[in-house]
């Protein structure tokens, strides 16, 4: 959606579905020799995109799976499987260390949206980290016991020439709904201690105990934790 037209694009895959994927999206692809010891992979490019006419391709051969295993229990295989668990599949989570054994043991990760300074085109990256945001809010809210507390967040400038950036960076539309900028006087209120230069403030975020919350997506009957 956000590739223009002759943007080129690679994929370390080279299954046919994919092929056939890329192909009813607009890109032309071809194989090429793959990168490290990966015999092939795919590149290709955007033609200018055409009305499809037909269904998207769904793999004959692709079966709704039944049982599914997910290696790696911090918070990402933890959604994984939980999201496999409640459309009916037998899921085992394989993981050596136990749940939520590294990074995702964080008892206080703060959830917020990426901001950036809107410009002539677009930021593909940006765009979907915001977009991801949005998801994971109204995600977060089909879990009323998850321990995460939507508080809200102060990005805090730590200068005049912060302050600069960060307005740039609220003033853009694409995030109007996510951030607003506040004064040093309002930014101290939100926060309870002086915040010199102001801030911006993000109303939906919040902080999560992710290891907390690794552990209860995983308490599903069709889940075993290996």
């Keep these: 959606?956000?590739?223009?037209?002759?943007?080129?694009?690679?994929?370390?895959?080279?299954a046919g579905y994919v092929r056939r994927a890329l192909h009813d999206v607009g890109v032309t692809v071809e194989r090429a020799a793959g990168f490290g010891t990966k015999r092939d992979m795919l590149r290709g490019q955007f033609r200018a995109c055409e009305p499809r006419t037909g269904p998207a391709r769904i793999p004959d051969d692709q079966p709704a799976p039944q049982r599914v295993h997910v290696f790696g229990a911090g918070i990402a295989g933890a959604c994984a499987a939980r999201t496999f668990a409640e459309r009916g599949c037998e899921v085992h989570v394989i993981d050596p260390n136990g749940v939520a054994a590294g990074a995702s043991g964080i008892a206080a990760a703060i959830v917020r949206p990426r901001l950036w300074i809107a410009g002539s085109g677009t930021v593909p990256d940006a765009e979907v980290v915001a977009?991801?945001?949005?998801?994971?809010?109204?995600?977060?809210?089909?879990?009323?016991?998850?321990?995460f507390q939507r508080c809200g967040a102060l990005l805090c400038a730590l200068d005049d020439r912060d302050r600069e950036r960060l307005q740039k960076r609220v003033a853009n539309p694409a995030t109007a709904d996510l951030a607003r900028w506040c004064d040093a006087a309002t930014a101290s209120k939100l926060a309870g201690t002086a915040v010199a230069h102001g801030a911006v403030w993000l109303p939906s975020a919040g902080v999560c105990d992710l290891g907390q919350f690794s552990r209860d997506l995983l308490r599903h009957d069709r889940i075993e934790v290996r």
């Design 131 to 147: 977009h991801a945001f949005r998801f994971t809010s109204r995600w977060l809210d089909q879990y009323p016991d998850a321990p």
């Design 1 to 14: 959606a956000h590739t223009e037209p002759a943007g080129t694009i690679a994929t370390y895959t080279v």
